[in-house]
């Protein structure tokens, strides 16, 4: 059976940061309930070095985040392996953590972001009504998806538009 990971991250401290955390939160839960014994879950704050050795035991890897992209709700994108990265303290992307786990464990994960709007980022616990429902649509999209296979390379492939490119609410 093919493992899969949903990775969340963001601060749960600055309101709908908390949004790829919450998502795989609610994603576990549901993965509970009905018996999805092939998903896992992991969250932090940012992701760092040590995830590359992580996601190298997992077939296929979707990071959920907060975006402050120009998009509607969500959008799904392909992650390709880039060595390029910043020094700063939120810049390990994801491309980063699948080039350090191609290039350390030779292990090439279907690997894909799940982008999901995030309107305000102060200091502040909980999601701001436009996150929450951006939350509830990033969840129903996973859920369609998993709901429909264990493994849903073709689904999420279908939804990713020249690597980079937005997608429907529903798959």
Not at 41 to 64: G, K, R
Not at 132 to 143: K, P, S
Request: aromatic share 10%; glycine share 6%.
């Amino acid at each position: 059976m093919k493992k899969v990971l949903i990775f969340g991250y963001g601060n749960p401290g600055r309101q709908d940061d908390a949004l790829g955390v919450l998502l795989a939160d609610e994603m576990q839960k549901w993965a509970r309930e009905n018996n999805m014994e092939s998903i896992d879950f992991d969250t932090n704050y940012q992701l760092n070095i040590e995830d590359a050795l992580t996601i190298s035991e997992y077939d296929m890897v979707i990071f959920a985040d907060a975006s402050i992209e120009q998009i509607d709700h969500i959008k799904l994108t392909r992650v390709e392996s880039n060595q390029k990265t910043e020094f700063t303290m939120h810049a390990m992307s994801p491309d980063f953590v699948l080039h350090l786990c191609q290039s350390l464990y030779n292990k090439y994960p279907e690997t894909y972001l799940l982008h999901i709007k995030g309107i305000e980022f102060e200091l502040e616990e909980g999601l701001t009504t436009n996150g929450e429902t951006n939350l509830n649509l990033a969840f129903d999209f996973l859920v369609n998806a998993f709901g429909r296979s264990n493994f849903p390379k073709d689904i999420l492939d279908r939804h990713c538009i020249e690597q980079k490119g937005a997608i429907n609410a529903k798959p």
